[in-house]
């Protein structure tokens, strides 16, 4: 097996071996899909929105759920490379092997978040087109992985980088709702419009926006470039 | 290993930044030379000072020889062994390495939810080993130093003692001609002491650099050379 191969196997197994984590990740997203709708659901009508509030606040919740979930790994897997990860690439693990393993670990994780919201949405929400739902989960869940992984070269601190998450995904998800008008050009460039957008269709109409689903794969290629940059100051051993 | 074979490192100015300057200019009799080694820490807040760790350190590790740096708490030892090894780039100064360099920096770090087993798999394909030459090293290595009942063991599963044996053994496995070790024996009980010297004076017959570095050192005699890093600098201490 290769470096590569090997790393990322390993990765896999790491977070496996959290039970906690693991728990998490399948408990966590049918409890905010439920809040959010009921939540909203409380509401005559949304601004901003058109169809049945507790659908908006379930749609919400599921992409919350996803994308704050992939968030958190992408930030501990920034937070733990410091230190460990540079050991392993002076003794010849190149930099993109490595960064390469944690980003299949962060992917991984975010595609089985992103199944696991979908299948707490399905509960309540008839989902027009499954398939198509998943990708857009799978796609916020994987702009907020790697928006983690900046967020923990920045930030290299487990607690307050993950009260910066929850309150930047929390933000996000509603700018990219539509529920709050603050202008379109703040909120075409907040990371979930695209997914939000995509996933809103896919569960509503079963159709799948070109235009957003482009977007959405432009904004993640540069949240990865953005990534790798912030990965080789993290994982280089020198002071934040 | 490009980062750690056999390269002359100087860093350029301003940046920080070290520069690899062609192949190693260091002769086989010395694998390791540091000359006018400096490093200060600063803070990016204003009206902090900056703290001048080292001021100019030189040093010799001749092959066949185990080279000993004391220093009170605080003195700059770990800083120098980090740029040493190159993890830590000098604000100015030159450090030559010849051939392949193992490193065991003070805090173990090991990823904590893989198994020993699989610690030494991971290492092992970064150092460019195959299978049979990791499992050699692992098996030799967990019988010198007595950890074989541990190898399925998680390391954050271990104790103090046994964390540090792995960590020491990750440095050990592809047999370096430079060896770095940063309070290499702490925890260890008085056999595993005694093995770690053992396995040493071994490594020493077959020509390989050690340098060790210790805030206390009982046995002098174990010592071809001592170094005392004090105001920043190194004083060698009379011939043994």
Redesign the interface.
Known sequence: ???FG??AR?RL??FV??PTTAALLLVLPPVVVEVYGEAMASFPALPGTTGDPGTTGRIIGALFAAAFLAGLVGLFQAVSAR??D????????GRASLLGARVVTMATVAAVAAAVSLAALARTVDVAAPLAAFGALALGALVYGLFGVLVGALLPRQLEGSLVLVFLVDFDNVLASGVLDVGGTVAQVAPLYHPHALFEAAVTDGTVPVDHALGGVAYAAVLLALAFVAYVRVAG???A | MPNIEGAAARPNGESGETSVEGDAATDADVPLRAEGIEKSYGSRLPFTDRVEVLTGADIEVPAGEIVGIVGENGSGKSTLMKVLVGTLNADDGVVERAGTVGWCPQESLLYDRLTVRETFDLFGEAYGMDGDAVADARERLASRLDFERFLDYQVRNLSGGNRQKVNLSVALMHDPDVLLLDEPYTGFDWDTYLAFWELSETLVERDTAIAVISHLINERERFDRIYELRDGRLHREEEQ
């Open positions: 097996m290769s470096a090997t790393g390993l197994l790491e071996r959290e230190g460990t540079e050991r392993l690439h002076r003794c010849g693990a051993g020198e002071p």
